[in-house]
């Protein structure tokens, strides 16, 4: 159990990764929302694998940047806050669970790639399939980003022990 002094390191990192993924957006608005929607940010899913904690706040960064640069409205707003939270939740499973890492690459693509069409479908009125097809065609690049993000900071000992003030391999 966190005390309040790693409580407190924990909702400090929460509200620097919303910030990031909401400015990544910002910044890559112009290509998130396209015909692929290549959103660099939801790469950001993959901290949840060392830090679950950050389930709800990488849900909670999907909702605010599809509130803030989305024109879709409420539906695509708590859609993609549940997108987030499912996948950021699954690629925590993946290892509580050992399973292999580079199945981050899937569940960062293929739950937003499938998930956000369901309510993407009918506002624009384009069949599910092809957009379900481009949605995880653009989730492919965050995906593999998001696998080298952890591959690069586990064997620094970032993680949730981290944060409490536990031993790392850094030290």
């Not at 990031?20 to 939801?42: D, E, P």
């Not at 706040?57 to 940047?65: T, V």
């Not at 708590?78 to 499912?86: F, P, Q, S, Y």
Request: one cysteine or more; a positive charge.
């Amino acid at each position: 159990m966190l005390n309040i002094k790693h409580k407190t390191r924990a909702l400090t990192m929460s509200a620097l990764v919303v910030a990031m993924y909401v400015v990544i957006m910002f910044a890559t608005q112009k290509f998130a929302f396209g015909q692929f929607q290549i959103r660099l940010a939801t790469s950001l899913y993959c901290l949840s694998y060392l830090f679950p904690f950050l389930i709800l706040p990488l849900g909670l960064s999907n909702f605010l940047s599809n509130t803030l640069f989305g024109v879709l409205g409420l539906p695509d707003m708590l859609g993609g806050a549940v997108v987030g939270i499912l996948t950021a939740g699954a690629v925590f499973l993946i290892r509580k669970l050992r399973l292999p890492k580079l199945l981050i690459i899937p569940a960062i693509t293929l739950i937003p790639g499938l998930g956000a069409p369901v309510w993407l479908s009918p506002i624009l009125g384009v069949p599910y399939a092809p957009l379900a097809l481009s949605v995880c065609i653009g989730q492919l690049v965050p995906a593999v980003l998001g696998y080298l993000i952890v591959t690069a900071l586990e064997p620094l000992g970032l993680d949730e022990k981290y944060i409490s003030g536990g031993k790392t391999n850094a030290d």
